[in-house]
């Protein structure tokens, strides 16, 4: 039984950074792929990065956005940094088994709640 929580979301001024954590359960980080995405207010679902043997990142967030592994912890991590308002969104943490280059919500089976990330300008 696969189960995925994120945690850390909340309000940060434009410029500002926040840390998004997954909690993963069930399977461990190192394997597979992990993944953020985050859906804005009437927008489509939309990958932010994933992590297998390498790392992926969507434009909009390259240079500004890492995401990690901590093995200790069994965590999917999402720091983020230089916020903008566009980055406002529910952002969710998603995972595989698969290993490869994993962009659309669809090849990814398991999915936490989501937090919420609001940016204020």
């Known amino acids: 039984q696969v189960r995925l929580a994120e945690s850390g979301g909340g309000l940060v001024q434009a410029g500002g950074s926040l840390r998004l954590s997954c909690a993963v359960s069930?399977?461990?980080?190192?394997?597979?792929?992990m993944a953020w995405f985050r859906q804005a207010p009437g927008k489509e679902r939309e990958i932010v990065a994933h992590i297998s043997s390498d790392t992926f990142y969507a434009d909009s967030v390259k240079g500004r956005f890492t995401i990690s592994r901590d093995n200790a912890k069994n965590t999917v991590d999402l720091q983020m940094h230089r916020l903008k308002p566009r980055d406002r969104a529910v952002y969710f943490c998603a995972a595989t088994p698969r290993t490869g280059n994993y962009y659309f919500s669809s090849s990814y089976d398991d999915w936490g709640q989501g937090t919420q990330v609001t940016v204020a300008s």
């Open positions: 069930g399977r461990t980080v190192n394997t597979g792929t």
